[in-house]
């Protein structure tokens, strides 16, 4: 339709993408028989069929068994080519990719082969599709500050082709404030900085990640809505929120997209974006989630494109390069 080709058509960034959580059950099952590895699962439809979430947590425990079959530097450029073919094919020009390192190293596998391999693929879809990437090095929070300070003095030979740390995993009861020195480091060391909040961690949580961690971003924020005071100072600071409306549908953060947040977050100024976070298993890339939320919310074209427009000004590119986008 004419609204398809327009969202198509809008050029975008996606900042909000966990690269593990692009991994689609038919490469899972490639990747599988290529290693040599079990997976509980009989067949695609299978493992489709376990999609179906109540909370946060029933989806990480599924992801991270996902995970389980990729191992050599191949894998995971396959994974993140295969991701970077689709976000093309939607219109993105520029993605900044989060992977969990730890999902990795902490079953054996180094941490260059899973790094090496996705920045081979993004040399690759510059070189086949214009797309620029940009790497967000992410600690998972259900683990300890010490293994997050691991996962930095593994990456320090990386350090120049990585654009920023991030936070992700199990939220409540993992709050931003365990992370404080970790991120400081992480910042001394000329890094970015984002963390989810407020994806199911209360308002304070939010507040944490601006005041403890000095986010540049805050990935999901919805639960910010609840405190209007936070709602006004995110606005004042121009923070970017990464939101993304499938995975909130599936992970149960709203209970219908008819209620989703999103256009009342725009009209109370705030720097919203769309992102997919784990399209494989939320049932959408970027432009279905436009689609998705366009047509829940009653969209107009000026509201997509203003998305599109947060989409670079969030994003971690030189403001030339910005320029270049709008
Ligand atoms: N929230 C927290 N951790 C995650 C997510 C998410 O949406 N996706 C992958 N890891
Ligand atoms: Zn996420």
Same mark, same amino acid.
Do not use: W
């Given at each position: 339709?004419?609204?398809?080709?327009?969202?198509?058509?809008?050029?975008?960034?996606?900042?909000?993408?966990?690269?593990? &959580?692009?991994?689609?059950?038919?490469?899972?099952?490639?990747?599988?028989?290529?290693?040599?590895?079990?997976?509980?699962?009989?067949?695609?439809?299978?493992?489709?069929?376990?999609?179906?979430?109540?909370?946060?947590?029933?989806? @990480?425990?599924?992801?991270?068994?996902?995970?389980?079959? @990729?191992?050599?530097?191949?894998?995971?450029?396959? @994974?993140?080519?295969?991701?970077?073919?689709?976000?093309?094919?939607? &219109?993105?020009?520029?993605?900044?990719?989060?992977?969990?390192?730890?999902?990795?190293?902490?079953?054996?596998?180094?941490?260059?082969?899973?790094?090496?391999?996705?920045?081979?693929?993004?040399?690759?879809?510059?070189?086949?599709?214009?797309?620029?990437?940009?790497?967000?090095?992410?600690?998972?929070?259900?683990?300890?500050?010490? %293994?997050?300070?691991?996962?930095?003095?593994?990456?320090?030979?990386?350090?120049?082709?990585?654009?920023?740390?991030?936070?992700?995993?199990?939220?409540?009861?993992?709050?931003?404030?365990?992370? %404080?020195? $970790?991120?400081?480091?992480?910042?001394?060391?000329?890094?970015?900085? $984002?963390?989810?909040?407020?994806?199911?961690?209360?308002?304070?949580?939010? $507040?944490?990640?601006?005041? @403890?961690?000095? $986010?540049?971003?805050?990935?999901?924020?919805?639960?910010?809505?609840?405190?209007?005071?936070?709602?006004?100072?995110?606005?004042?600071?121009?923070?970017?929120?990464?939101?993304?409306?499938?995975?909130?549908?599936?992970?149960?953060?709203?209970?219908?997209?008819?209620?989703?947040?999103?256009?009342?977050?725009?009209?109370?100024?705030?720097?919203?974006?769309?992102?997919?976070?784990?399209?494989?298993?939320?049932?959408?890339?970027?432009?279905?989630?436009?689609?998705?939320?366009?047509?829940?919310?009653?969209?107009?074209?000026?509201?997509?494109?203003?998305?599109?427009?947060?989409?670079?000004?969030?994003?971690?590119?030189?403001?030339?390069?910005?320029?270049?986008?709008?």
């Amino acid at each position: 339709t004419d609204l398809d080709q327009f969202i198509t058509g809008l050029p975008k960034a996606e900042l909000h993408l966990h690269i593990e &959580g692009s991994l689609e059950p038919e490469l899972m099952f490639a990747l599988a028989a290529r290693n040599g590895i079990e997976i509980p699962y009989a067949s695609v439809e299978d493992v489709r069929a376990a999609y179906a979430f109540s909370n946060l947590q029933d989806f @990480l425990d599924i992801y991270y068994a996902g995970a389980s079959v @990729l191992i050599t530097q191949a894998d995971f450029h396959d @994974l993140a080519m295969a991701y970077f073919d689709r976000a093309a094919a939607d &219109g993105v020009r520029h993605a900044e990719i989060m992977f969990d390192p730890q999902t990795h190293t902490d079953r054996g596998i180094a941490f260059a082969t899973v790094i090496e391999g996705l920045l081979s693929a993004m040399a690759e879809a510059e070189a086949k599709h214009g797309l620029t990437s940009a790497l967000i090095l992410s600690f998972l929070r259900h683990l300890s500050e010490e %293994a997050a300070f691991e996962v930095l003095a593994m990456a320090e030979p990386y350090l120049d082709r990585i654009a920023a740390v991030g936070l992700d995993s199990s939220e409540v009861g993992h709050p931003p404030a365990k992370f %404080a020195r $970790v991120f400081a480091a992480a910042a001394a060391k000329g890094l970015k900085r $984002v963390a989810h909040a407020g994806e199911e961690g209360p308002p304070e949580y939010v $507040v944490e990640a601006l005041d @403890l961690l000095h $986010v540049d971003r805050i990935d999901h924020g919805n639960r910010a809505m609840e405190d209007a005071g936070l709602v006004r100072r995110l606005a004042g600071a121009g923070m970017t929120l990464t939101v993304c409306p499938l995975s909130n549908l599936k992970l149960c953060v709203v209970g219908d997209l008819a209620d989703h947040p999103l256009d009342r977050m725009l009209a109370e100024g705030l720097r919203a974006t769309v992102n997919s976070d784990d399209p494989a298993y939320f049932g959408g890339y970027v432009a279905d989630n436009y689609r998705a939320i366009a047509k829940a919310r009653g969209l107009s074209r000026d509201d997509l494109a203003t998305l599109a427009r947060n989409s670079f000004t969030g994003s971690f590119l030189p403001a030339a390069a910005i320029d270049r986008h709008l």
